[in-house]
């Protein structure tokens, strides 16, 4: 069974940065496109952010510029870059490999906390 661990979020004042990770148990990412998604409180999970396996990256507008998104399949890891974050970024972070923008193939990891705020 495929698992998905987050990591990287925190507590940052607006204009700040993080980078997030996501750690995947097995090879998955390297045969797929993976995604970054997140949940605010009181709304559902939305696409953030993806990269295919060679390198085609697509992001929801609200980020554009602002988030830079990168694989290593050697480790079965993917990224995401944050900066200069906004107070309406709070929210909680997940990967998973994805088609399109919405059709996840694995079962959600924990997430990680991200908080903009001042």
């Known amino acids: 069974q495929v698992q998905l661990v987050e990591s990287g979020g925190g507590l940052v004042q607006p204009g700040g940065s993080l980078r997030l990770s996501c750690q995947a148990s097995g090879s998955i990412f390297s045969i797929n496109t993976v995604g970054w998604f997140r949940q605010a409180p009181g709304k559902q999970r939305e696409f953030v952010a993806s990269i295919a396996q060679g390198g085609t990256t697509d992001y929801t507008d609200s980020v554009k510029g602002r988030f830079t998104i990168s694989r290593d399949n050697a480790k079965n890891a993917v990224y995401l870059q944050m900066n200069s974050l906004k107070p309406e970024d709070t929210a909680v972070y997940y990967c998973?490999?994805?088609?399109?923008?919405?059709?996840?193939?694995?079962?959600w990891g924990q997430g990680t906390q991200v908080t903009v705020s001042s």
């Open positions: 998973n490999a994805v088609l399109g923008r919405t059709l996840i193939l694995y079962d």
